[in-house]
């Protein structure tokens, strides 16, 4: 008898190697191969893939075979087809799809455990429950459990139905877990039921929406297939299996049959699926990159577990922009959705300190305000630390060294703390301005006028470099009272009841943005006598605290009283 062949799977992108390696060659992963046997039928009659087998099932019920080739067609003999999107119930959801649901689209949704994913699918699915056909997948929750959680976000009433499918005997049986210790009754999906309003505590069936507790691959496509809902919710695709498989469920062979399965389906159907992925405790999603390549959507549901906001980040979108991103709130009754984020991320102007300005970001095509708060004290220690809660640390590297070396901030033996106001993550560079004027405001301790909203990309020479969506900045900005904006040189917008303030160079926007600063001396002057010199070599900071106040050296030799 033949010794079984042993092959090793790469966890991360799903190459084979007839060996181990502590490194995939593919895709770089450490420790990231497992033992695995190759992927083989159980029997000569069952198929060896989920791809396979939904195309078997597709053959028994009459319809055609994915499988079939077909000839080629002229782009221009396709006829012109409109897609009218589906309306969430969420206006921020929306928003984040570009627009609405697709009918027929895959979406993918990942987030840490506990961020509320599950809670924001179940909300969605109820609203849409309404109106349309909704299959919700549980492959982590029993039906009693998913009951619990409906009545508690749903004001007490559960919008649930359980399916219910033929054993092989013939007799009708509840799916997965429900049964006579679910707590909930098995109905037929084509059937009737009286759907008045019960009391509280109970429980209103909503005709539209069934429930399955169901982990096998081969059941959810039955149901799909029979059901033919118009919204479907798979919770989560790491937790369901396709039998012929010897790997474990969340495996990168399972991972990646059961997702090529379901798109299959959803795209034949036109279903909307929306699938729940998993993270690695990197915070990327669990399972081989060609899951995030078949789905039509990749959302991530992100939040700090000490706030109560919650922001879905498009990763990727076919139908829409990318980078978009939809504001939420937890509350005790589920998630509800925050029309104005801009409030959310801004401190009160009323009690302004030093070391705060607010900036204007742009994720995708939505601009948000944003408070940052800079504090600069003295290094307790021999190294001074640099720590940035929402911003890239790297950057704010970059801009204290251009501070240093070209406007002569001495900050090489203090400690910058740097924080973005409710702990949104500011990743674009428009708001590299606001960083060093909230650095120098600190540093200095003078106040940066609290009107004033400052825009620009910072330049390892100084410079203020121009920013994409400068208008549409703008009017955000202007909308929620702002009086003065500093924004790079060269760029004409339209005033939008704004005071444009432009600036060639980060010494021009700190005169600006900081009222109480001096001006510089004649010394500080450059050559053309019209802009402050950047050339300023930073003081080297005495040991007595009482010398820290030292006034720095211009290009000349000359003191200046602006640091």
């Known amino acids: 008898m033949a010794k079984p062949r042993t092959i090793y799977v790469c966890q991360e992108c799903g190459a084979e190697f007839p060996q181990y390696f502590g490194r995939c060659t593919n895709c770089g992963a450490w420790n990231s191969l497992v033992e695995t046997e190759p992927i083989e039928a159980l029997t000569t009659t069952r198929p060896a893939s989920a791809v396979a087998w939904n195309r078997n099932l597709n053959a028994a019920n009459g319809e055609k075979s994915e499988g079939q080739p077909r000839a080629s ?3 221009s003999e396709i006829a012109d087809a409109s897609v009218a999107r589906m309306p969430s119930g969420y206006a921020e959801l929306d928003r984040v799809l570009g627009g609405g649901i697709v009918p027929g689209s895959l979406v993918l949704i990942g ?6 994913k599950s809670t924001l699918l179940l909300q969605t699915a109820s609203g849409l429950a309404q109106d349309s056909r909704v299959l919700y997948v549980s492959a982590e929750e029993s039906g009693q459990q998913i009951k619990l959680r409906a009545q508690r976000l749903l004001d007490g009433h559960s919008h649930i139905e359980t399916t219910q499918h033929e054993s092989p005997d013939g007799n009708s049986e509840p799916r997965g877990d429900l049964g006579s210790n679910s707590g909930a009754e098995a109905r037929d999906p084509k059937g009737s039921e009286d759907n008045s309003e019960l009391g ?12 399955l507790p169901e982990t096998d691959l081969e059941a959810i496509l039955r149901e799909l297939e029979s059901l033919k809902p118009d919204f479907a ?26 997702t090529s399965a379901l798109m299959q389906v959803a795209k034949r159907e036109n279903i909307t699926l929306f699938v ?38 498009s990763m990727k979108n076919r139908f829409g922009a990318t980078h978009e991103i939809g504001v939420f ?25 030093s070391g705060t300005c607010t900036v204007v970001a742009c994720e995708g095509t939505r601009p948000i305000l944003v408070e940052l708060q800079a504090l600069v004290s003295p290094a307790s220690f021999g190294s001074p630390r640099r720590s940035a809660t929402g911003i890239d640390s790297n950057r704010l590297q970059q801009i204290l060294a251009v501070l240093e070396k070209r406007v002569g901030v001495p900050l090489s033996k203090l400690d910058t703390y740097l924080a973005s106001v409710g702990g949104i993550r500011v990743e674009e560079p428009a708001a590299d301005l606001g960083v060093a004027i909230a650095v120098v405001s600190g540093f200095r301790d003078r ?6 909203v400052l825009i620009g990309e910072v330049g390892l020479g ?14 955000e900005a202007a909308k929620l009272g702002f009086k003065r904006a500093i924004i790079p040189k060269g760029q004409n917008p339209p005033e939008l009841g704004l005071k444009l303030i432009p600036v060639a160079r980060v010494l021009d926007a700190i005169l600006e943005a900081i009222p109480s600063a001096s001006s510089p001396s004649p010394e500080a002057i450059d050559s053309g006598g019209t802009q402050p010199a950047l050339s300023l070599p930073p003081l080297d900071l005495a040991e007595d605290e009482d010398d820290w106040d030292d006034e720095p050296l211009n290009a000349d030799g000359a003191e200046t009283d602006l640091f």
């Open 73 to 75: 067609v002229r782009l």
């Open 111 to 116: 987030g840490e455990p506990g961020i509320g």
């Open 200 to 211: 509280e505590g109970t429980l209103a069936v909503e005709p539209n929406f069934f429930l």
């Open 233 to 258: 919710v798979i919770d989560s695709i790491q937790t369901i299996y396709f039998s012929s498989l010897t790997s474990a469920p969340g495996s990168v062979a399972q991972v990646r049959e059961c």
């Open 276 to 313: 729940v992925g998993h993270v690695t405790k990197d915070g990327s999603i669990a399972g081989p990159r060609v899951l995030e390549h078949l789905v039509d959507t990749v959302l991530f549901f992100e939040g700090d577990r000490f706030a109560s906001h919650r922001i879905l980040r």
């Open 329 to 353: 709130e937890m509350i005790a009754n589920g998630l509800r959705e925050v029309a104005n984020p801009s409030e959310l991320f801004m401190g009160s102007r009323d009690e302004t300190v």
């Open 447 to 452: 106040l940066v006028d609290p009107h004033t």
């Open 462 to 475: 100084g410079q203020v470099r121009q920013v994409s969506q400068l208008e549409l900045r703008l009017r």
